[in-house]
């Protein structure tokens, strides 16, 4: 898409009277699934209602020696709370803080559906997992696909680098001299990577401008540093350039990407709004397929461990 198409595409959003431009088919259909799956949840097929309740909501974080990142974790799940009323939702940390994800499965009873609370594929998501639910065999457990890529996470990164100074509606001099830097932990990974760069993909094409995924912990399948992207993009002509923090919590890796910023840089992704119906959009997804959880794949040598902040 070019500038001038996304200039007209943005143009022709519909908007409320005051300027408010309405939600997207996306975030409608998303808010729609999510309402009408609360309430199919009470409801048999013939009609009655059901005594049975939803399986829980466990959401796997990754941990963080940063306390802020136990904080914000915390918001989200009250977030999600707010927006499904009755659902019980649950926490487990692979690593780092408490509860860990093999207590919290440990004391959990029925069924559940973990949705990992992490940005593409990887490790965590192949591995991790897949052994905590092994370790659990009276829990019935599904496991949901990753937060990303999907479009309500470019709403969250839209959404914060607006809070950072990104304008709403970019003049053509910031079309041509603009870019974004979208700075991830880093994987040895190949679909992480992938995952990663789609993400990028979606974001440029939502603010017509470049976006070039970077890392925190640079690999193989994920080389280009932060200050790298930089210089690449400037290289380019694009010396307005911010970072896009896709992370979702504060943490080093965050910080350390933070600290590169060349213009402005965006917070992690946080508690918005826009996540926790993402979370609850991943939970409806796999409880619908029906599919078990994954068995845990042979123990694989540490380097193609995701790489996260701590």
């Not at 136990?70 to 918001?75: F, G, Q």
């Not at 870019?179 to 992938?194: H, T």
Request: net charge positive; proline share 9%; hydrophobic share 45%.
């Amino acid at each position: 898409m070019t500038a001038s198409n996304t200039l007209r595409y943005e143009s022709s959003v519909p908007q409320l009277p005051n300027g408010t431009p309405l939600e997207s088919t996306a975030q409608l259909m998303d808010r729609i699934t999510s309402q009408l799956g609360s309430q199919l949840n009470l409801v048999s097929l013939d009609g009655r209602r059901r005594t049975e309740t939803a399986p829980a909501l466990i959401v796997v974080a990754h941990g963080s020696r940063d306390p802020r990142a136990l904080a914000t974790v915390s918001a989200l799940l009250e977030r999600v709370r707010e927006l499904r009323p009755g659902l019980t939702v649950r926490l487990g940390h692979i690593e780092l803080n408490e509860p860990l994800l093999t207590d919290t499965l440990a004391a959990a009873t029925g069924s559940a559906v973990l949705v990992p609370l992490l940005l593409s594929r990887g490790y965590h998501v192949k591995q991790d997992i897949p052994e905590a639910i092994a370790a659990a065999p009276h829990l019935d457990a599904r496991v949901a696909a990753p937060l990303g890529p999907h479009p309500l996470l470019v709403d969250a990164l839209h959404a914060r680098l607006v809070e950072a100074g990104w304008p709403t509606r970019p003049s053509e001099a910031m079309r041509r001299t603009g870019g974004v830097v979208l700075a991830a932990a880093g994987s040895r990974d190949p679909d992480s990577a992938a995952d990663t760069r789609r993400t990028a993909d979606l974001l440029a094409r939502r603010i017509g401008v470049p976006v070039v995924p970077a890392y925190a912990s640079p690999t193989a399948n994920s080389p280009l540093t932060v200050p790298a992207a930089v210089r690449s993009l400037a290289a380019r002509g694009r010396h307005r350039t911010a970072v896009a923090s896709y992370f979702t919590a504060p943490g080093r890796f965050a910080a350390q990407c933070a600290e590169a910023a060349p213009w402005i840089t965006a917070a992690p992704l946080g508690d918005q709004q826009a996540m926790a119906r993402l979370v609850l959009h991943r939970y409806e997804q796999a409880r619908t397929t029906g599919a078990a959880a994954p068995a845990a794949p042979p123990a694989t040598r540490p380097p193609s461990r995701q790489l996260t902040s701590a």
